[in-house]
């Protein structure tokens, strides 16, 4: 089985902390996820329900004939107070209150957001529901910090690495599945 997550184009709003904050796409985010889409062949598609993913993937799904999968585990982390906030405010005037999610994640729980072990657990668990889908190819459009969290598990890194991974607007990362629980990942490709 080859996984392809897919992180969304480039959404309005700017540089926030855009978590659960349902911007749409930008004009050039649909172009991006298009452009990325252009050469690969899937059988079934998985999103996240918020709109930066589901729109294109209910689109792209449609226009193929594909089976869609809106999966709420997917949605973004919480960032709490932060949500919507640029990144140099909040870096500025929070820096204390955020460090923790570069310093010591797997310790992390945002301003009446969400704890990293949490966001983790649902993430995981919509992970293991698309393992479950019976194609050879299955596209899952989701976010950076999914897609993270997602790494983590297929290539085994610790929590204090995640955020080292760049996942830029409308990255690919295919993953080869093998064999059932426990699976054998290798990531075939990222970027």
């Known amino acids: 089985m080859n996984i392809y997550l ?4 480039e959404p ?8 659960r ?4 796409l930008t004009p050039l985010g649909w172009q991006q996820m298009q452009t990325a889409l252009a050469e690969i ?8 329900p918020l709109s930066r993913c589901r729109e294109f993937a209910r689109q792209f799904s449609e226009a193929r004939g594909l089976p869609l999968n809106i999966e709420d585990d997917l949605q973004e982390f919480d ?12 870096m500025a005037e ?5 460090k923790g999610l570069w310093e010591n994640p797997m310790h ?13 657990a649902r993430v995981l668990k919509a992970w293991f529901k698309v393992l479950q889908i019976k194609q050879e190819n299955v596209l899952v459009i989701c976010h950076g910090g999914v897609i993270r969290l997602l790494l983590k598990e297929v290539l ?5 690495n995640i955020n080292r991974m760049d996942v830029p607007y409308a990255c690919i990362s295919q993953v080869d599945v093998q064999g059932h629980e426990p699976y054998f990942y290798r990531l075939k490709r990222h970027g």
């Open 108 to 120: 992390y729980t945002a301003p009446q957001g969400e704890a990293v072990l949490d966001f983790e």
């Open 94 to 98: 929070d820096y204390d209150a955020i």
């Open 41 to 48: 062949n899937v059988q079934h598609v998985v999103t996240s």
């Open 79 to 90: 960032f709490g107070r932060f949500e919507n906030k640029s990144f140099s405010s909040v």
């Open 12 to 19: 309005e709003g700017g540089e926030v902390f855009r978590g």
């Open 6 to 9: 897919l992180r969304h184009g």
């Open 21 to 24: 904050t349902d911007h749409p």
């Open 156 to 160: 085994g890194l610790p929590f204090v």
